[in-house]
């Protein structure tokens, strides 16, 4: 379960920037935050939809709401050197800002994990054991 950022020692924890994004979020949704490789990953419910590492809020992308996130001029998320990109781009930084408007970007970046989510084949919990049926019959 994801660490939640409203029960005391648990936020005190948190990066300031970290904490500050939470609480930006907090009247749009109840956000839980987890450490991710050096940076943190913030959650709604059980799905991830935004990235923070090195102080930056990414957010996540696909092919439905990338286009307004180029066309604000945010940078997609490239760990390390740079090398890979993730489907996550910056959030515009007038939104962190404004609540309401970050709500907004946030909301989008949700529906796209969802829509990632959705796309993904259930998990079975173990494989099939039917017999082997012999050559004869």
Request: proline share 9%.
């Amino acid at each position: 379960m994801a660490e939640p950022t409203r029960s005391g020692r648990a936020e005190r924890a948190l990066p300031d920037f970290v904490r500050f994004v939470t609480e930006q979020l907090h009247a749009w949704a109840p956000v839980s935050v987890r450490r991710l490789f050096g940076g943190h990953a913030l959650y709604r419910g059980e799905t991830v939809f935004a990235i923070i590492s090195h102080d930056a809020l990414y957010l996540r992308t696909d092919d439905i709401n990338r286009g307004e996130f180029e066309a604000a001029g945010t940078k997609p998320f490239r760990p390390g050197k740079g090398h890979i990109t993730l489907p996550y781009h910056e959030a515009p930084p007038d939104a962190l800002e404004e609540p309401e408007q970050l709500a907004q970007w946030a909301a989008s970046a949700y529906n796209a994990a969802l829509r990632r989510d959705a796309g993904k084949a259930p998990k079975r919990n173990r494989p099939s054991r039917r017999p082997l049926k012999s050559g004869k019959g």
